[in-house]
């Protein structure tokens, strides 16, 4: 289910909430963008890709649907 959070607090927030308890953040090449994994117990169960615009995050596209993550091309920097 698609969801928008608009607003860098409102997004902010709730980046926060969804990192805590995750030990596992890494950066990453997600289908040639820049992004993060996260895999508690190094399973995948988010991917996080941004897309800038003038020196500035303007979107994050969260994946976490597992038929989605199997689909992307990631490379873990």
């Keep these: 289910m698609a969801r928008e959070v608009k607003g860098a607090s409102r997004w902010a927030n709730q980046m926060i909430a969804l990192s805590r308890g995750l030990r596992f953040v890494q950066p990453a090449l ?3 963008s820049v992004g993060l994994v996260l895999a508690p117990r190094g399973k995948l169960s988010r991917a996080l890709i941004f897309t800038f615009a003038t020196a500035k995050v ?3 596209e969260v994946i976490g649907d597992p038929a989605h993550l199997r689909e992307l091309d990631i490379a873990v920097l």
Excluded: E, L, P, S
């Design 58 to 60: 303007a979107r994050v």
């Design 30 to 32: 997600i289908n040639g």
